[in-house]
């Protein structure tokens, strides 16, 4: 039953088993469903998939399946304006208070849900009040914000919406693991960059609990404070941002890096510099890559040691000529070395290197040869959620 749906999901990227598959089939033949598209949505999206980042791809092809197919218990767009009543809160309220002092008369499932569907099929304009119609503030046991404590809740910020209001809505896209990051996203996958130390030249200034009771306790009991110096992060950070040309329409992203690692203050060091297509002889000072406005490669090297962990970002989309020849560097010098020497010199002087990429081409792709070149020098990911924390966990690892 619904293979294109299982298909679909795995067009989509979902990696759903046979045997979740097989628990979802037995889930329909138990009835959990209730005939319901809005209720096998949900159903399915709890069995098959296994994490928020994925439910924007099982909506995408929840929709791609089923756009279309309404069934009688779906709320029209309609009737949810009209049950959308935010202002009336304060009412509601006092009339709970009234119905809390009044005898319930207990509601029979099978009937209030029978009338349910009667009323979505007949009503045609906006009621508030009564004990008929589905509308706010009623009696009946179906509407929002009414007086009966039990039956249908129906609309209202925080109601049970329709499976195609959640599709349509794409309210998880930002759950994703493969999509492109934001500062928020930035900063928690860079907190990963910790490598805490107390062998720095600072005062002991924090309590040590372990050293404190063992002193006590020879001490006969008599408090003895011990205090030791506070750990701090010992990461130093390099970061290289290619600037310009293809790089242009990913400015707001690189700017997002860029202000995420400056707010991160726990780095024990931090310097940023930039380049265009790829690293020669000079590094720019700015993103502009004005001529003069640049250090030596070499002084970087001499100044900033190989400790410093090293996160390159660029599309690697240049010519092969810019990356082997000795003169493909057409902004500026390469000091008789083409760019793929200064690469290697580059991973010969830092022992931990990782490259970012914005539109990292799937595999080896034989038309984007530099790309290709590049990734078999340094690990390269892409510049997604996913990418970013891989690439923080590899340059974490002992490993080089």
Not at 18 to 44: M, V
Not at 119 to 129: A, K
Not at 227 to 249: C, F, Q, Y
Not at 284 to 290: F, Q
């Amino acid at each position: 039953m619904f293979s294109k749906f299982f298909y679909t999901l795995k067009a989509k990227g979902l990696h759903v088993t046979l045997t979740e598959w097989l628990t979802l089939q037995e889930a329909l033949n138990q009835g959990l469903c209730n005939s319901s598209l809005t209720d096998f949505y949900y159903t399915a999206r709890m069995i098959l998939v296994k994490s928020e980042t994925e439910f924007d791809k099982f909506d995408m092809a929840f929709d791609e399946v089923f756009k279309g197919i309404q069934s009688e218990n779906e709320i029209s767009k309609n009737m949810l304006r009209w049950l959308d009543k935010s202002d009336m809160i304060d009412e509601f309220h006092e009339e709970m208070r009234n119905v809390m002092n009044e005898e319930q008369v207990k509601v029979d499932k099978e009937d209030v849900e029978q009338k349910f569907k009667d009323r979505l099929r007949d009503q045609d304009s906006e009621h508030n009040g009564g004990s008929f119609w589905i509308g706010t503030m009623g009696k009946t046991s179906f509407g929002n914000m009414g007086g009966n404590m039990g039956g249908v809740r129906v609309g209202g910020s925080t109601g049970y919406q329709s499976a195609f209001q959640v599709v349509g809505a794409r309210k998880y896209r930002d759950f994703r693991d493969d999509r492109i990051l934001d500062n928020r996203q930035f900063q928690v996958a860079l907190r990963k960059l910790r490598q805490f130390s107390t062998k720095l030249d600072i005062p002991k200034t924090e309590l040590d609990i372990d050293g404190t009771i063992d002193k006590t306790c020879n001490n006969g009991g008599c408090l003895q404070i011990v205090m030791e110096r506070p750990r701090k992060n010992a990461v130093k950070l390099l970061l290289l941002m290619d600037s310009g040309g293809t790089m242009i329409p990913y400015s707001n992203l690189l700017n997002e890096l860029f202000q995420s690692v400056h707010k991160s203050n726990h780095y024990k060091d931090v310097k940023t510099y930039y380049f265009h297509n790829c690293i020669y002889s000079k590094l720019y000072k700015t993103p502009e890559c004005e001529n003069g406005d640049w250090i030596d490669t070499e002084w970087m090297f001499r100044n900033l040691d190989s400790d410093y962990k090293v996160i390159i970002v660029g599309d690697a989309a240049m010519a092969p000529e810019e990356l082997y020849s000795t003169s493909g560097n057409y902004r500026g010098p390469n000091d008789g070395l083409s760019g793929m020497e200064w690469l290697q010199l580059m991973k010969k002087h830092y022992k931990k290197i990782v490259w970012l990429n914005p539109k990292m081409a799937p595999g080896h792709a034989p038309w984007r040869e530099a790309e290709t070149a590049i990734k078999e020098m340094f690990p390269m990911y892409k510049l997604t959620v996913n990418g970013l924390n891989q690439a923080m966990v590899k340059l974490m690892t002992n490993k080089r």
